[in-house]
């Protein structure tokens, strides 16, 4: 990759977070997550960057590397994942805040798992997800020889994926949401989960640790849990369509796998259920940001860090 440092640190330092249209390089937004924002620049177009949130130490951000470095060789090593290439850029900017940027290849939009479900036939739908089960097995089945030593998660969404390589038979999905290294070494998880409560109102820091933080992580260590979440997820992309679908295609491929012993079938209510809670949870937490956005910055004249995502449809 082709990054121009300086740019990069241009942009940095003229970015405004609150409202990031009015920044002096302004960006174009491809996407939101729960911490970091992913985005391109008109000068380096073939790109994709993700600003996380401030480090406080030079030693914060080598820890934090190092986590993702040894959850893709994971991924790839152990649990035979491709993954998209990636690489660091960090900086102090004008605030004296320590920003660390992650680029990677600027995917085609054709190839991302969530244009294919939009545009898909039922057969690219059934290769698609079977691709991606194939590999969530994988890493139930590498986990379930190395529970006493290190486990590996995955948040498995579509979204989170691009397939490259497709035809009606079969397809060669890569995996590039890496920022949020999930693993357990001796069931102590590697990443510094305060990076997750960084965004997080500092009135509420407390409640989400206390109530929701471990449950959110636990999730993607069940491979169960990531596949429903998968299905639910089609309702935020539009596909609610689809699920009944996607859950035949889910519990045949189990079926047919020989674990649906170990992982069982999934229901289209559970599915439901399951969207109706994470839409509520996560509409309310960014009702919440936006609220400490707007008191930090209008009431007590403030500098606010974080890119929110507008109105998102659910």
């Keep these: 990759m082709d990054v121009d440092v300086e740019l990069l640190e241009r942009f940095e330092d003229q970015l405004n977070p609150s409202y990031p249209e009015l920044s002096g390089i302004p960006p174009r937004i491809l996407g939101y997550g729960e911490i970091s ?22 030693a914060e951000i080598n820890a934090y590397k190092s986590v993702v470095d040894r959850y893709c060789a994971l991924l790839t ?16 900017n004008r605030y004296d805040e320590r920003i660390v940027y992650v680029a990677q290849p600027r995917l085609p939009e054709t190839s991302i798992g969530n244009y294919i479900l939009i545009h898909s036939t039922p057969r690219e739908l059934e290769v698609m997800i079977n691709s991606v089960i194939e590999r969530l097995v994988r890493i139930w089945q ?13 948040d498995g ?25 999930l693993f357990r070494v001796g069931g102590k998880e590697q990443l510094d989960t305060e990076i997750f409560l960084k965004s997080c109102p500092s009135f509420l820091v407390w409640l989400v640790r206390w109530q929701f933080l471990q449950d959110v992580l636990d999730r993607y260590y069940d491979t169960r849990m990531v596949l429903v979440d998968m299905v639910a997820n089609f309702h935020k992309e539009g596909r609610a369509d689809l699920i009944d679908t996607a859950i035949l295609i889910i519990n045949r491929l189990l079926e047919e796998k020989g674990v649906e012993d170990a992982i069982s079938p999934l229901t289209r209510p559970e599915v439901e259920r399951y969207y109706k809670n994470d839409a509520f949870i996560w509409s309310l937490f960014l009702w919440l940001r936006r609220f400490d956005r707007m008191l930090k ?16 449809k659910r």
């Design 142 to 154: 590498r986990n379930r020889t190395h529970a006493r030593d290190v486990l590996v998660a995955i």
């Design 297 to 312: 910055t209008k009431v007590l004249g403030r500098r606010y860090n974080f890119i929110l995502p507008g109105k998102i």
């Design 157 to 181: 969404q579509i979204s989170n994926w691009s397939f490259p390589s497709t035809d009606e038979n079969s397809c060669l999905p890569v995996y590039f949401d890496i920022t949020t290294p």
């Design 37 to 58: 924002t992913t985005f391109s620049m008109e000068a380096m177009p073939g790109i994709a960057f993700k600003r996380m949130p401030p480090f406080s130490s030079a």
């Design 77 to 92: 090593d152990e649990c035979g994942i491709d993954v998209a290439e990636y690489a660091f850029f960090d900086m102090k």
